[in-house]
């Protein structure tokens, strides 16, 4: 299906939540689908779900559903999992050691095919079978395997350096997990991943529910 119209951040954010399921559907040798049963098994809103869907794909049938293979197809295409995605984490740290031990980047895609750092006592380790480079190879190594994704996880002061060296290095796009507002060139997308705002939703939802 042609991408005609730009759908809502909060469709895009639901997107991989359906797929999620889906796939676990397909383990289950599950063969159709409908938008009410999804709607169901994920305590979401019926015409929300239908909707979402309709705007990725084109398939579904009244009174059937989806056919499940079709769908998963339909959103993996629209999200670009369709192909796989390589990408490289600057900052071996906890959180980056963490990101690179995750299995679950697959179900995405999603390759991350090193790691930098400018940590003597760490560079030249492997971890999980993904080698942990010099910061000063980043350059080479992404303009030779083509890469166009990069993750931060460095300390906050730190990062809008390895951001522009990102950024000479040809990526662009940048998962930013570091607390800082990075700047960017106009043709370089960035991700923030900011737990402080997450947790800011939880503790005033709390305080609501605490104190109402
Ligand atoms: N640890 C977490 O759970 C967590 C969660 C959310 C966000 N963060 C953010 O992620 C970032 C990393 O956190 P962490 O806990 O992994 O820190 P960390 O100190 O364990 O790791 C940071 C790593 O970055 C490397 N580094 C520093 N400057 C560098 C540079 N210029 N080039 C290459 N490597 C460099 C360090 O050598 C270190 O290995 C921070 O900005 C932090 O605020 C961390």
């Known amino acids: 299906m042609e991408n005609k119209k730009p759908i809502s951040l909060q469709t895009l954010k639901r997107l991989p939540i359906y797929l999620q399921y889906l796939k676990a559907l397909q ?41 499940l293979i079709e769908l998963i197809s339909d959103i993996e295409s629209y999200l670009g999992y369709d192909n796989v995605q390589n990408a490289v984490i600057v900052g071996a740290g906890n ?6 031990c995750y299995h679950g980047f697959s179900n995405y895609n999603l390759d991350i095919v090193a790691a930098f750092d400018n ?17 000063n190879k980043l350059k080479n190594l ?49 991700q923030n991943e900011n737990i ?6 939880l503790s005033k939802h709390l305080k609501e529910k605490l104190y109402k």
Not at 95 to 100: D, E, F, I, K, S
Not at 167 to 173: D, K, N
Not at 196 to 201: P, R, T, V, Y
Request: proline content about 3%; charged content about 25%; glycine content about 6%.
């Open 27 to 67: 383990r289950d040798s599950v063969k159709h689908i409908s938008s009410t049963s999804i709607a169901l098994a994920l305590g979401q809103n019926d015409v929300q779900v239908r909707k979402d869907l309709a705007s990725v794909s084109d398939r579904g049938k009244p009174k059937i559903g989806y056919v």
């Open 95 to 100: 959180l980056g050691r963490a990101l690179l």
């Open 119 to 135: 940590n003597d006592d760490i560079i030249g380790k492997m971890i999980k079978n993904k080698q942990i480079f010099s910061i």
């Open 196 to 201: 402080g705002s997450s947790l800011a939703i």
């Open 142 to 190: 992404c303009e030779r395997m083509k890469i166009k994704i990069g993750i931060i996880t460095v300390p906050d002061y730190e990062a809008q350096k390895v951001c522009d060296l990102m950024v000479e290095s040809g990526i662009l796009a940048i998962w930013n997990f570091a607390p800082i507002n990075l700047n960017v060139p106009k043709e370089v997308i960035v």
